[in-house]
């Protein structure tokens, strides 16, 4: 829970630059996290691979996002979505291979070091303020019901402007 405290004590623009300086070591830690695992597994042929692609990997993932304005690709992987950009680094399947794996494993690694925690996070305040989760389920349906209430509502009004119109309409068609 370290990440949310550090964010916690610094400014609204401080937490955007922290958050994304500690995305962005948790981005590189995993790839030497993943070297070391296929070390032990004694894959030499992934460790090559690999070390051929960590550079081009991380270049990618610092690329400004085309979906997430103002964000870089990282931002895209910690919401799991795959650039095609990591399948033109290569055309060899094994690579290939190599390569989605890679982004599997920093994708695993966001979210246990970051979502996961968070959620630990949001539980444990949820018990200290005895939320529970029928609580969260009564908002959410109170919510639906206002929403549906006033679309009902919006849908009457609508009406009730197209009749007068008609009405009014008539009233100087019959003057």
């Known amino acids: 829970m370290q990440i949310v405290e550090d964010a916690e004590k ?8 922290g958050l994304a300086r500690i995305i962005k070591e948790i981005a590189e830690e995993s790839i030497h996290k ?4 296929l070390e032990e597994k004694g894959k030499t042929e992934e460790i090559k691979i690999l070390r051929n692609f960590n550079f ?18 990282i931002w895209e992987l910690l ?6 950009n990591f399948n033109k680094l290569t055309k060899k ?13 920093v994708y695993e ?15 444990r305040l ?17 919510e639906k019901e ?12 609508i009406k009730i402007s197209k009749k007068e119109k008609i009405i009014k309409n008539l009233k100087e068609t019959l003057i």
């Not at 993943?34 to 695992?37: A, F, N, Q």
């Not at 919401?79 to 095609?84: A, D, E, K, L, S």
């Not at 949820?126 to 389920?137: G, P, R, V």
């Open 10 to 17: 610094k400014n609204n623009r401080g937490i955007t630059f």
């Open 34 to 37: 993943y070297e070391k695992l």
């Open 56 to 73: 081009d990997f991380i270049t990618i993932l610092l690329q400004p996002s085309m979906i997430l304005l103002g964000k870089n690709r």
């Open 79 to 84: 919401r799991g979505v795959f650039n095609n």
């Open 93 to 105: 399947k094994e690579e290939k291979d190599v390569i989605k794996s890679l982004w599997k494993f």
């Open 109 to 123: 690694e966001f979210r246990t070091r970051i979502w996961l925690s968070r959620c630990d996070e949001v539980t």
């Open 126 to 142: 949820e018990k200290e303020d005895n939320i529970q989760k029928q609580d969260l389920k009564r908002k959410r349906n109170k």
């Open 146 to 157: 206002d929403e549906e209430e006033e679309k009902i509502e919006n849908q009457k009004q």
